[in-house]
Antibody, heavy 119, light 109 residues
Framework: EVQLVQSGGGLVQPGGSLKLSCAAS????????MHWVRQASGKGLEWIGR??????????TYGASVKGRFTISRDDSRNTAYLQMNGLKNEDTAVYYC??????????WGQGTLVTVSS | SYELTQPSSVSVSPGQTARITCSGD??????AYWYQQKPGQAPVLVIY???ERPSGIPERFSGSSSGTTVTLIISGVQAEDEADYYC????????????FGGGTKLTVL
């Protein structure tokens, strides 16, 4: 069974940093592009970015609203993807999802983790 | 930045056909994907590559594409289909960032 288990959310002050983790099992993690998507309360889905596989040099691409502040990485030896968030703003408050790309960018999703940016 | 445009809401009676559109300039060159999301749950992929259906998704879900518009079609709508639906595609310029439409609330009357 494919599982994506997320951790690392919580409350952080504006300007602060937070790192989310997404631990994968049940599939060949090293062969899968991984994505991060967020959803503010009552709002739509927003694509944050992706990290490709080793064969594609672990290339990363980001959405405009987070480019330069957020960094996606992965550790294939630990079957885990990460989202490092720096310079957090109030508007970054959202539920953050990791997803596995196969047929689409979100064939499988993590359970979501809430990030709240507030003073 | 690239945008996909969906209607904010669609309403249908049970047993009728629901059509949800998604428009974007790059859609003639990029596949579209559709996700269903129910309250408090993660999204579920219901259509990929414009019109393909993943295993486990009911046959009443289908997709079509014409020019800059793609359409999610739900035939014989059931009460359980009430949800938010999001289209998703990619920009046509390298590095082809992904984008979601704003979402459509499907109400089953």
């Amino acid at each position: 069974e494919v599982q994506l288990v997320q951790s690392g959310g919580g409350l952080v002050q504006p300007g602060g940093s937070l790192k989310l983790s997404c631990a994968a099992s049940g599939f060949t993690f090293s062969g899968s592009t991984m994505h991060w998507v967020r959803q503010a309360s009552g709002k739509g889905l927003e694509w944050i970015g992706r990290i490709r596989i080793k064969a594609n040099n672990y290339a990363t691409t980001y959405g405009a609203s987070v480019k330069g502040r957020f960094t996606i990485s992965r550790d294939d030896s630990r079957n885990t993807a990460y989202l490092q968030m720096n310079g957090l703003k109030n508007e970054d408050t959202a539920v953050y999802y990791c997803s596995r790309s196969r047929l689409g960018i979100g064939d499988n999703w993590g359970q979501g983790t809430l990030v709240t940016v507030s003073s | 930045s690239y945008e996909l445009t969906q209607p904010s809401s669609v309403s249908v009676s049970p047993g009728q056909t629901a059509r949800i559109t998604c428009s974007g300039d790059a859609l003639p060159n990029q596949y579209a994907y559709w996700y269903q999301q129910k309250p408090g749950q993660a999204p579920v992929l219901v259509i990929y590559k414009d019109s393909e259906r993943p295993s486990g998704i009911p046959e009443r879900f289908s997709g079509s594409s014409s020019g800059t518009t793609v359409t999610l079609i739900i035939s014989g709508v059931q009460a359980e289909d009430e949800a938010d639906y999001y289209c998703q595609s990619a920009d046509s310029s390298d590095p082809y960032p992904e984008v979601f439409g704003g979402g459509t609330k499907l109400t089953v009357l």
